[in-house]
């Protein structure tokens, strides 16, 4: 069926095909959350809910129900960075993790891919797009995800986002961020390199339009030119964004344009 017969065909219309008592919005029908009596099938501990858990779980359901989430997956190829990173932290008192490049480079992709810098307006009318950078990261607390917002990525340098990063996430770590602190962001990052992975589907942090997932980087085997065997680090990246701002092939080329960036480490830090 045709895109055009379920718009001229009333009783192929989504809400034909079903009966007239059908909910009518997202969250209205759903079964109740199953009640059970854990205690049942075995011993159990219960523990309350932070409140931070509480009110992020709030917004990140209403953020995956909303919005038509695609993840888009890539590798970008980070041995040129990693060789330049390591260079730079023999040398350098202020420590560089891959963080912060990916910062430096998600901005340079937001200037290049303007629909990726913006937000739907309240009513979904409008677009509105945004002239500065203000990158989110998530940091992973007691208190549960924290996302502060480093403001004007643009004009800092990768020496200057490295420290602010570990003072910020030093702060949540220890006393938590206020409101203020997690607004205001145009992108976010979440970054489980640390950790682990090969991917994930990192949800976008509305009104923002995509977010960033990176795991853990791998080593590949490439064939080389000599008929060797070149190994390469590849930076795993997953990119959430919102369908209905953004493309799949735009998704694809601000990925693909990522992994361009991260291959030049000295234009990045400079
Ligand atoms: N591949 C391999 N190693 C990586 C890496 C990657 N992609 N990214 C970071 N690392 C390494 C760092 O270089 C560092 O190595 P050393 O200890 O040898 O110096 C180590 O992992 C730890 O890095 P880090 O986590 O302290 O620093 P970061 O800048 O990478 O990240 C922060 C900072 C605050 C984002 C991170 O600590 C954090 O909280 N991550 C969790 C985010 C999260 O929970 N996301 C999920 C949200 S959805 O529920």
Known sequence: MSVESVSSNPSASPRAASNDAAPAGI???????????????GDIEVKLVSRIQKLTGAFLSRNWLSIPHVTHQDD???????????????????????LVFLIKAAVRALQEFPQFNASLDGDGKNL???????????????????????RNCDKKCIAELAAELA?????AREKGLSMAEMSGGCFSISSLGGVGGTGFTPIINAPEVA?????????????????????????????????RVINGADAARFTAFLGTMLADPQALAS
Do not use: C
């Open 128 to 150: 509105v797009l945004k002239k500065y950078f203000h990158i989110g990261v998530a940091v992973d607390t007691r208190f549960g995800l924290l996302v502060p917002v480093l």
């Open 27 to 41: 969250g209205t029908g759903l079964p109740p959350w199953p009640q059970v009596d854990f205690a049942e099938f």
């Open 167 to 171: 003072a910020v996430s030093q702060k």
């Open 211 to 243: 977010i960033l997932g990176v795991t853990k980087t791998r080593l590949n085997a490439q064939p080389s030119d000599d008929g060797g065997v070149d190994w390469r680090k590849m930076l795993p990246l997953s990119l959430s964004y919102d369908h």
């Open 76 to 98: 970008a190829d980070i041995t040129a960075l990693e060789i330049f990173r390591k260079a730079r932290n023999e040398a350098d008192a202020v420590k560089l993790t891959p």
